[in-house]
C-alpha cells in the first residue's frame, strides 16, 4: 500500500510518500520513501502495472517518477506549465498517463514510447481522446444512459440556412456549443456566446460545414491539410473507391459514392490550440435527406498517408486513425398523424463486412416504454424466419392496410423524402414491431451481399399521455459475424413530447 500527503514539513527532505507493507500475522511497516523528492506537497499517486516499481506523483511542483520502488525520483514534467497539479489517471491499456492541474487544463504522456513533437488528431466521438484506436460504446456523461460511437464526430457540424448568428473569428469554445447556464434567481442566461448547432444539410443550397482539428504535440503543425467528402448514408458505409489513396492528392479518384466537398488549410497550428474552418458545400437537390460526412487531415510532420494507404473500409478507417473522423448523425422532427405525433426517416444498412458472413442489425433506443418503434424493410431472402429475430416481432398488415398507414403518414407530412423514396421501392415490404419496453432489438443472421444494402424505415410514435425524451436517441447499427459493431447511424428524433 501507497500512502502520499499533503501539506509541509519544516525539514529539508520529503516525507510525503510512505509506503506499507503488512505482514501474514497483520502488522504494517511502513517506510518512507521520498528519499530525494522535492519537499512539497504531493496530491497523488498512481502505479504503472506493466512496469512493478514504477511510479508516478502528482505535486506543486509537477509530477515525479520513480522506477526503482521510491529509491530514487525523476522530473516528468516536460511540457507541462509550472503549475500545481493535483491528480493522476494512467491508463493501462492505452498507456498514457494524464495529469490535472490546477486552472492550466489536463496533459497526458505516453508511457509506451516518446510523445510526437507534432501530433494531429479529430475526435470520434464527445469522450475520444483522439487517440487510436477509439472505442465504441462509452457512456456519455452529459447525458444519461446514452452511449457514443465513431461515427458521432465532435469536429464535424453541418450549419444549414438559416445560418447560426456567429462571430467573424469561430473558435472552439463556440465550435463545442457549451451549455447555456441559467441564473437560478433572476432567470436569465450567464453566457451569450454564438455557438455552432449541428443540422441537416439542406439540399439545393449553400451549407456551412464547420470542422475542428487539434495538435497535442510540443511544437507548432506547419501546414495542415483538409479533405472532406460525403456520401449517402447508412448504417455502415460504403467503401472508398480503390484508387482512392492513389489519387488522394489529385482528387481524381471514382467518386460514384463518396463525393468531394472541398479542401482546406490550416498554417501553424499550435498545441493546445484548436482551430475551425469552414468549407461551404451545396447538396443535389436530388440527394437523400441523411448523408454522411467524413473528414481526413494530414501534415507532413504526423502524416496521414504512410498509415493509411490501403484501408478503403470507411468505418475501420475511422477507428483506426486519428486523423479521420466521420459524422453520421440526423435530425427527425415528429408531425401529428392522426391524432398521434409521428416520425419516419429512411436509411440502409449498407454490408462492408466479409462477403460469406452473416451480419445483425440492431436498432438501439432511449425511448423504449414511452415511445412505439417500427421497422419497415424487405423480408426474404435478408429475413425469412422468426428466429432471426430478437426483441422485434412481425406485424401482420395485407398491403392495403399499409398503403393506407403510409398515405396518412404522408399526407400529414411526417415522411422524410428519402423514406418516402425507399417505400415507394420496397415490394413486399416487411413490417416489425419492437417489444413495448425492449431498448435494445436485433434482426441476427442477414446475409447482404459485400457492398450491397439493405433499405429500411423506422417509424417512431409517441404514447398519448406518456413524455418522451427530447431529443430521443436512436442508434441504427450493423454488427459483423463476431457480434462487433461495424458501422451505424445515430437519429435524434424532436417533437415527440
Known sequence: MYVTFLGANTGQSSDHVWKGVRSAAGAWTWTNISSDLRNVPVSALALDPAAPGTLYVSSDVGVSCSTDDGGHWDNVDDGLPNVLVVDLDLDPGRRVLRAATHGRGMYELRLGGPCLPVDIFVRDHDVDPGDQPSVDGPLDPTRVGQSLYHWQSADIKVDAPP???LDALVDGVEFDDP???VDPVLGYALERLHTVHHDNPRRGEVN?????VHNRGSTSAALVR??????????????????????????????????????AAVADLTRDTPRVVMLPWTPPAAASDHACLLLLIDCAEDPLLPLAQTELNVDVLTRINKRVAQKNLHLVTALAVAGVRSAWTGFSWNNSCAATAPVSLRIDRRGAGVTSLRLV????PFIDDDS??????PVAMNPDEFSAWVSRAREAGAIAQGADRILARLEHPLVLEADADRAVCEVRRVRIPFGGRLPAVVVVDA????AAPDPLV?????????GTVAGGSTFHVRGLG
Not at 424493410?377 to 426474404?380: C, D, V
Not at 432471426?388 to 416481432?393: A, E, H, S
Open 388 to 393: 432471426q429475430l430478437v426483441g422485434f416481432r
Open 377 to 380: 424493410t424487405l423480408g426474404a
Open 463 to 466: 404514447r398519448p399521455g406518456v
Open 474 to 482: 436512436i442508434d441504427a447499427m450493423l454488427l459483423d459475424a463476431e
Open 179 to 181: 451549455p447555456h447556464r
Open 163 to 165: 445560418y447560426d448568428a
Open 208 to 212: 456551412h460545414v464547420y470542422v475542428q
Open 226 to 263: 483538409l479533405k472532406l467528402l460525403w456520401a449517402d448514408a447508412g448504417a455502415g458505409l460504403p467503401p472508398l473507391p480503390v484508387d482512392f489513396w492513389t489519387n488522394f492528392t489529385t482528387d481524381t479518384y471514382d467518386q460514384t459514392h463518396w463525393r468531394l466537398i472541398g479542401n
